[in-house]
């Protein structure tokens, strides 16, 4: 059993599909071993640098930057960064020598781990997507444990390392995706139950912090016909670049104030428990949380994301009855009403998505994570998790 206070050194970034989940799992590590020291690794320009200093943890930032789908200078930059952030890793993991470290994704995971590699120190990762990206798939030959959000991912990484966990959602949307009898629980209060029978319908449309054109666009042309269907209210994020456009074609549209534009929503958990169908990007961690709330979802998958993996992601709710999948290409003002009033006219079929989605949802995922990490470095809170095999 390993004695003495325990360090665990969390690393990824760039985004908050990847931030958040680290998150996640360090919050379960400081119930599950209290007396654990935990930090993250992080670069200056992720969002990390902001995220995980505002929820408390120790960040430490050093050099990297991405490669994939960039031309030479930037794949120069990569070499030099991958470099310069190896050793800065070095530095810091001979003066702190961590018990384990577990990579989240994102460009800055790969010379956080190689340095960890080098130092025969124990390393695990944790794959959001569907298909794994491009760090994680390097990076996961030198793991022990490849904790997955798609079981689907295994074949990516080497055998007898995954674990099919789901991705780990963040406390508040877990305490928000509760459920009791007749109530839903957001947070620390509860509302009553939606009246299936009744025509109010709240719809949340968002693109991820920095939101999407294609949606903020195809809300600005639909939002006159939206104005005029009874008991619709309607919540949209457009992300700070397109805000004030998109709330100034809103407003003319239309005025009677049904639908509310913001840049930015900071309690997302709230919203999308208020919400009786969303409207969103498939990335792993939105699905995630969609799922831990037993959300109805359109999906709109971001066409340029790497290997196309948010198609993938968005097809295989699909497939599970949990989502209705609408291309990029295809997403325009007429298509989105469509495809909304559809669902929202059909209550029966928006329960039937829910439970679906709540099906796939895996609001223990965090604390499993946690507590397998604990194991493999023989804590007595760990619990180890069985592996996937391959048939």
Known sequence: MKSGRLRILLTGGGTGGHVYPGLAVAEQLRKLAPESDIRFIGTRRGLEATLVPRAGWPFTAVAASGFRGLGLVARLRFLVNFALGGLESLGLLLRWRPDV???????VSAPVIAAARLLCITCAVQEQNAIPGSVNRLVGRWARRAYLGFAGAAKWFPAGVCVATGN????????????????????????PARDPGSPARHVLV??????????????????????AR?????????????????????????????????????????ELARADLVVCRAGAMTLAELHCLGKPAVLVPFPHATD????????????????????????????????????????????????????????????????????????????????????
Request: aromatic residues 2%; glycine residues 14%.
């Open 101 to 107: 470290v577990l990579g989240t994704g994102g460009y």
């Open 168 to 191: 780990p959602v963040r406390g508040a949307m877990a305490t928000a995706g509760q459920v009791t009898t007749g109530q839903a629980t957001t947070g620390t209060s509860t509302r």
């Open 206 to 227: 968002f693109g991820g912090s920095g939101g999407a054109s294609t949606l903020n666009r195809a809300v600005a042309e639909a939002a006159k016909g939206w104005d």
């Open 230 to 270: 009874p008991g619709l209210t309607m919540l949209v994020q457009t992300g700070p670049r397109d805000h004030a456009a998109t709330a100034a074609a809103v407003a003319a549209a239309a005025p009677s104030g049904t639908l509310t534009v913001v840049p930015y929503i900071d309690d997302m958990a709230t």
């Open 308 to 391: 196309d993996h948010q198609v993938r992601n968005a097809r295989d709710c699909e497939q599970a009855g949990a989502a209705v999948v609408l291309l990029d290409a295809e997403c325009d003002g007429p298509r989105l009403s469509a495809v909304v009033e559809s669902l929202l006219g059909d209550p029966a079929r928006l329960e039937a998505l829910g439970h679906a989605a709540r099906g796939l949802g895996r609001p223990q995922a965090a604390t499993v994570i946690a507590s397998d990490l604990l194991a493999l470095v023989g804590h007595p809170a760990g619990r180890a998790q069985p592996v996937l095999t391959r048939g």
